[in-house]
C-alpha cells in the first residue's frame, strides 16, 4: 500500500523532526511559558492557511482525482475555525492575540506557508497531502502528551491547550482516513510528489521549531 511506503520512505525525516531540541525539552516539561506561547504564534500563522490550501487543492485537482472533492470539503469543514482556539489558548496562557494577529510569522514559518502553496498551484496540487501527512503525524505523536506534559510544567490551565489536546484527537482519526485516501493515488507520479513534498514539510516544520529554540 502506498501508505506504508509513504512512512517508510520519509523515516529518517521524521527522526529529524522530532529531534529539534525544543520538541525535545517539550515532552520533558522543560519549555518556558514564553516559549510556548511563541509555539502557538507560529502555529496560527501556518494553520490559519489550511483551509484556504485545502480550497486551492480542490479547485485544482485533475479529472482523474474528482472523487476526492467529498473529502477536501469534509476535510476544510473539520479544520475550519481552528486559528481561533489557537488565539484563544494564547489569551489563556497569558499572551495577546492582538499582537499575534497583526504580527508577521517568523521567516521559517513564513517560507513553509509559501512552499505551501506553490506546492498547490505550481505543482502538483496533490503534493498538499505530503504536508497533511507531516502535520498531522507530528500532531498524533506529539500533541496530547505535549499538552499534558506543558500543563503540568507551566501551570496553565486546561483552556490553554485546546489547540493541542483537541489536535491530537482530531489527527487520530484523520489519519486512518488519510490513508485510505493516499492508498488509492495510484499513479507514479502522484506518489512521487506525496513523498518529495512530505519530506520537504518535515524540513520545513523542523525549521520553525528549531527557529524556537
Do not use: K
Request: proline share 3%.
Amino acid at each position: 500500500m502506498f501508505h506504508d511506503e509513504l512512512v517508510r520512505a520519509t523515516e529518517p525525516d521524521r527522526a529529524q523532526l522530532l529531534a529539534a531540541p525544543i520538541i525535545q525539552a517539550a515532552l520533558r516539561g522543560e519549555v518556558t511559558r514564553g516559549q510556548y506561547i511563541d509555539f502557538l504564534t507560529q502555529a496560527y500563522h501556518h494553520v490559519r492557511h489550511t483551509v484556504p490550501l485545502l480550497m486551492g487543492c480542490g479547485a485544482r485537482l485533475p479529472e482523474r482525482h474528482a472523487w476526492l472533492q467529498r473529502a477536501l470539503a469534509d476535510y476544510i469543514q473539520e479544520e475550519a475555525g481552528h486559528d481561533d482556539w489557537i488565539l484563544s489558548d494564547i489569551d489563556c496562557a497569558g499572551g495577546d492575540s492582538r499582537q499575534v494577529r497583526a504580527a508577521a510569522p517568523n521567516l521559517a514559518t513564513e517560507i513553509m506557508v509559501a512552499y505551501a502553496y506553490d506546492t498547490v498551484q505550481r505543482r502538483n496540487p496533490l503534493g498538499f497531502f505530503g504536508m497533511a501527512f507531516v502535520l498531522e503525524g507530528t500532531s498524533v505523536q506529539l500533541a496530547t502528551r505535549a499538552a499534558e506534559t506543558l500543563q503540568g510544567a507551566l501551570g496553565l490551565p486546561a483552556g490553554a491547550f485546546t489547540y493541542l489536546a483537541s489536535h491530537g484527537t482530531l489527527d487520530i482519526e484523520h489519519s486512518a482516513t488519510f490513508a485510505g485516501l493516499v492508498n488509492r493515488f495510484d499513479r507514479a507520479e502522484d506518489q512521487r510528489s506525496v513523498i518529495d513534498a512530505a519530506r520537504a514539510f518535515f524540513r520545513l516544520y523542523g525549521d520553525i521549531f528549531r527557529g524556537l529554540s
